[in-house]
């Protein structure tokens, strides 16, 4: 049987005008395993990552960086329109690093242990490359110590323009963000 944890440590962190600042993130423990996603927000700049973590310490990380706006300020639910620019990520395991190859990761098979990749002109897991400059326009609503992105209405897709928003913040289609330390 799996089991679900989330383990959240509370930090300060503000969100005014045009700008957030803070780190959000939720922790997942399934089989053993442990994986965390933060988000990062300060002047103008976001970063998301995803870490596997297993016994033995961090296995992987995938790091994306972006700017971001808040077209209409202060309002909550707020639009939030990305850019992404930089994508990083780093295996800490040989194991991880041979699975990677096996599947040409990114396009790649030379992966290797403890070294960052670059894989900003990569189009990886289905994703555009992050140097496209692709965006992504959502909703983002801040409810205390909670962070959450708005996600599709019904089963239209969403995201791809200021017109097609990702709006929703239904909890059951969202993942949502405590602030803290990660």
């Known amino acids: 049987m799996n089991t679900i944890v989330f383990f959240f440590l509370v930090l300060s962190a503000h969100a005014s005008g045009d700008a957030i600042h803070g780190q959000w993130g939720n922790e997942i423990k399934i089989a053993g395993k442990t994986q965390t996603f933060v988000w990062a927000f300060q002047n103008g700049e976001a970063n ?36 992404a620019k930089k994508r990083m990520i780093t295996l800490n395991s040989p194991t991880m690093a041979k699975a990677f190859n096996q599947i040409k ?28 400059g692709w965006k992504l326009y959502s909703s983002l609503l801040l409810t205390g110590e909670k962070l959450s992105f708005g ?25 949502y963000f405590r602030l803290g330390e990660f």
């Open 48 to 83: 998301f990552s995803s870490t596997l973590i297993s016994d033995l310490g961090p296995v992987f990380t995938d790091t994306m960086y972006f700017t971001y706006t808040l077209p209409d300020g202060t309002e909550n639910p707020r639009k939030i329109d990305l850019v």
């Open 151 to 175: 996600g599709p209405d019904g089963n239209a897709p969403c995201g791809s323009s200021a017109e097609a928003r990702c709006r929703s913040f239904d909890d059951r289609q969202n993942e």
């Open 105 to 132: 990761m990114c396009g790649l098979e030379d992966w290797q242990t403890k070294e960052v990749r670059d894989v900003s002109d990569l189009a990886c897991d289905g994703a555009p490359p992050t140097s496209s």
